[in-house]
């Protein structure tokens, strides 16, 4: 029972935002790009936005480009976890027994296992998803000399969910006497964003060869959830005491048409509503700059930092915390289990806070690409190779302090389809093996992919559900 308990109330304070109220280097992108392992060099054009504005601009016929919800809608999704399988879930989580008594139970876990399980943990448990839909995009070139202008808007909903290793020493020890738990390796972002891109590029005659381009952002925010801190430690005593602290900070934002209530909130309850324009809860202008160079006619070489800003929450913005005293004798008492709750995850400390500031998912992206063709124009024959490295700022959703290297390649066997693969190591991923396909019918272009391939061969073992498709209209 006391083992129970105690896994209780660490799994409640580890997701304690999610019930309170009732792009970056890492991010997912376009199809192209996501199935050449998040590649940034290979998008040109109206892809460009939001990864490098130098490459909007095009040397090639390309004058006028759309991106419609029609016939196929621009999305991208990742859902999963970095640490654990599906076959790992299933044997320690979802394996049911049926014991003597006709009850069904969870595994019995030997030694060994509770051993194995704690390897999994051993760099912690982040869970993650990011879903990206790009609603509309306009991209004109009246000349080369002109440059290119583009005009995007893309929805973004990402967060990220880091478990703390303490959660599973308390599953599978309990209430060993004299130990001490630790929960300062919790995290928990999550975020809806819309984004409105303004982006202008062009070569300039006296740097032959090199494209220069930036992109303006006007971002506005419907929801933040953000735990600042979570120092809280618990020790277990003898006489089954348990002593500790609760150290515990946490801001979340919501859109007004979303009807949240907080708990400290007298408003009447009002029923949660949900529409795709509702009325910000925060707003904040972010830039992009980029730079493409041409070694050669084969060499070229690119550099860009996205997502230059921040975010101000102004409506609705709550702040949660708890820095008191942790003790308990008696898990049946009522008074000593409601107080326990507030000091773990701030809820009786929640208050409306005049405003909250958040970084955007600044990210440095760095590559060179070889092609045997001097126009970006699929073309048969036509071969397209990068290296890339990708180092995010900060860890704000869709965004990573680890980097990552990906290497792609995107080959045209016809004029009318491109076959793409690559491979990305770092980051949050660890490890993707990128697979796409593109059909160009001339006027209409079609992509998808996935950065996870090997997730498709072996199912069973995948960690995550990766997967984009999109089109494009070309005049």
Known sequence: ???????????????????????????????????????????????????????????????????????????????????????????????????????????????TDKKNLKEIFKDGGSIYSDISFQLIGVKIQPSKNFGAIGFSITDRFSSNLTLPKSLIDLGLDGNLPNQVYNFSDTKFKAWWLRKTSFTYSREFDLLKGISIGASVNLVSGYFYIGVEKVNTELKTGDANVITGKGDFLAYSAFSKDFNVKYNFDNKPKKDFSFTAFPEPSGSGVGFDFGIAAKINESISVALSITDIGSIEWKNDVAQFSSNAPIYLDDITNKEQIDTLTSRLTGKDNGKYISSLKTDMATALHI????????????SAGRMLAVLELHQGFNEQPGNYKTPRLVA?????????????????????????????????????????????????LNPNSAKRITVAFDSRWRF
């Open 367 to 378: 590559a060179i690409a070889w092609t045997n063709r001097s126009s970006n124009v699929r």
């Open 408 to 456: 792609g390649l995107d080959y045209s066997p016809t004029k009318a389809i491109g076959l793409r693969t690559g491979f990305s190591i770092g980051g949050f991923d660890k490890f993707g093996w990128a697979l796409g396909l593109g059909f160009d019918l001339g006027l209409l272009e079609f992509n998808i992919g996935t950065p996870d391939f090997q997730n498709v």
């Open 1 to 111: 029972m006391k083992k129970l308990f105690l896994f209780s109330i660490a799994l409640l304070m580890s997701t304690s935002l999610l019930t309170a109220q009732g792009i970056g280097s890492q991010g997912s992108s376009d199809a192209r790009s996501m199935s050449m392992g998040k590649s940034f060099a290979s998008s040109f054009g109206l892809m460009a936005i939001g990864k490098n504005p130098a490459n909007v601009y095009q040397d090639s016929a390309s004058v006028t480009e759309f991106i419609l919800p029609i016939p196929a809608p621009n999305i991208s999704l990742s859902l999963g976890s970095n640490f654990i399988s599906i076959d790992d879930y299933n044997y320690y989580f979802g394996t049911k027994v049926i014991g003597n008594d006709g009850k069904t139970y969870g595994r019995e876990l030997t030694e």
